[in-house]
């Protein structure tokens, strides 16, 4: 078996402040951050956080409040992230695409002390007496002295993190992370980190990913590369070759647009050694094109907000795994398939998804009932995903324990329907949605932009397209042709907002 490889950050830090000092020092010179034309090292980002911890201690922030930012991605956000942590405080993400409803009821859920803002007018939903600090104020106070003294040290069972759901099945959630939380996303990493690793980074920052990715990021001196928004072909291909990009993850469209690039090949991406295909499966025939163009191989993770790592593919898995699962367990991180009973499903059964690990949060922020209800027993977290393990451990997605509809008494989850449409050329994106029904109780209704330049599909071959690959129940009984299909404030397919446009 090959040797895992060593971090290069040296030591056993209790809470992620202590992680922060460490490399600020072992680290200093090591790149930590590209943002356009802003440039920033390990040993500049925390000495940065350390003016701004002042900022925050000399407005009253103590240990335990908490401190909410509301930034793009950015270098500034992460400075901010860094003070607040530095201060003791508990770290929370606003994002930007949020509408002043989701911003009121954060606030009234977690009552931030202050909120790091833009430099413009003060977001919607935010209460008038919550303290701010702009963006321009912020940058001015990466100058101010450091604080006298280490580092708020606390203990690794605090509260860190509380990071908010992206609201699919009604107002945001607050799941909260302690210190422990975030040291064990180190060790689930696997194939995607090594030490030096350089990232394309395109993911909001007040999602899982970045904030409960930040030790991981310490610990194996990463240096992240911010995607510029909105997202362009040239822009990543330019990224992937000006700075040396070692991991990269985009939706697969993004990838074949990548592919069509004229004159790309592994000589301009030499240090290119994994992607990931994000939010939707990858075709096989795109897989091995990537593989045979880039000689770069893709792997699908699959995670959520309350677990932030659960599960993944690995480089050299079959592109049919890649397409129809989203892999095995992370390094300590176990599934469990279960009925709504508590009891595990036979093998090849749906159920839903349950997980444990150190990844698994502690609870919603402020509502046990809600936390009680999902954190069951024996520290397992109970998703709202539903899906079934194939013969060789692979998890395979059928669906959300809401999206789920019963056509004919049919059970019927849109997620295997969606994958199969996916394919059909005449598709570009799809949704598929549970509509009432007289007689059958529910029917499909697939929700479809089609492929740019090609003919719309029509409901007929839709239909005969899954009929060929599935059960006859399952194959959509109408068909809306849309322009694009509505997202939420985390880029996810807004499901609630097509329901009720039926």
């Known amino acids: 078996m090959p040797v895992a490889p060593e971090p290069p950050l040296r030591g056993d830090f209790a809470t992620l402040a202590e992680a922060f000092d460490a490399a600020g020092e072992q680290l200093a010179d090591v790149e930590a951050y590209v943002d356009g034309a802003r440039r920033i090292t390990f040993g500049q980002w925390v000495r940065a956080a350390d003016g701004v911890a002042a900022g925050l201690a000399a407005r009253g922030v103590r240990p335990g409040d908490v401190v ?14 860094a003070a607040i942590a530095k201060v003791g405080a508990v770290a929370t993400g606003l994002n930007i695409r949020l509408g002043p409803d989701e911003v009121a009821a954060i606030s ?51 509260p860190a993190v509380i990071v908010w ?8 959630k607050g799941a909260w992370f302690d210190h422990d939380n975030l040291r064990a996303a180190v060790t689930t990493a696997g194939a995607m980190t090594d030490p030096y690793d350089r990232r394309l980074m395109s993911v909001p920052f007040a999602h899982a990913g970045y904030l409960a990715k930040v030790w991981e990021q310490l610990v194996w001196a990463t240096t992240l590369v911010i995607s510029p928004t909105p997202w362009s072909v040239d822009d990543m291909c330019r990224l992937l070759v000006e700075e040396r990009i070692s991991v990269a993850g985009a939706v697969p469209t993004q990838w074949a647009k990548l592919l069509e690039q004229p004159g790309l090949t592994r000589a301009d991406v030499p240090a290119l050694r994994i992607g990931v295909a994000a939010t939707a499966p990858a075709p096989p025939e795109l897989v091995e094109r990537v593989v ?23 480089p050299g898995d079959a592109p049919e795994v890649l397409y129809r699962t989203v892999g095995r367990p992370q390094a300590g991180l176990e599934l469990s398939i279960r009925r709504d009973d508590g009891t595990e499903v036979a093998p090849g059964e749906t159920g839903r998804v349950h997980v444990r690990g150190g990844c698994v949060m502690r609870g919603y922020w402020g509502e046990p009932e809600l936390t009680a209800e999902t954190l069951v027993s024996d520290g397992w977290l109970r998703s709202g995903d539903l899906g079934h393990l194939d ?64 003919g719309a599909p029509t409901v007929e071959d839709l239909r005969a397209w899954t ?36």
């Open 108 to 158: 009234a859920r977690c009552r931030p002390v202050l909120v790091f803002v833009g430099d413009g007018p003060r977001p919607g939903g935010l209460p008038e007496e919550t303290a701010t600090i702009d963006r321009s104020t912020l940058q001015d106070l990466t100058l101010a002295p450091a604080p006298d003294g280490p580092a708020h040290r606390g203990a690794p069972g605090d």
């Open 68 to 81: 909410a930012v509301m930034l793009p991605p950015s270098i500034d956000f992460a400075i901010a992230f």
């Open 391 to 454: 013969p060789a451990g692979n998890l395979v997605l059928d669906g959300r324990v809401g999206d789920m509809y019963i056509r004919g008494g049919y059970n019927v989850y849109p997620l295997e329907v969606e994958n199969v449409l996916a394919e059909h050329p005449g598709v570009d994106q799809v949704a598929v949605v549970g509509a009432p029904a007289e007689v059958i109780g529910e029917i499909g209704v697939a929700f479809v932009v089609p492929t740019a330049g090609g």
């Open 467 to 502: 009929r060929a690959r599935l059960a006859d129940y399952k194959a959509p009984d109408r068909l809306v042709l849309v322009d694009a299909l509505p997202l939420t404030s985390m880029m996810k397919v807004d499901k609630l907002a097509l329901r009720a446009r039926l």
């Open 292 to 314: 045979e163009r880039l000689g770069c191989p893709l792997v699908v993770r699959y995670a959520m907000t309350e677990s932030p790592s659960i599960c993944g593919t690995e």
């Open 165 to 172: 759901t992206s609201g699919t099945t009604g107002l945001p």
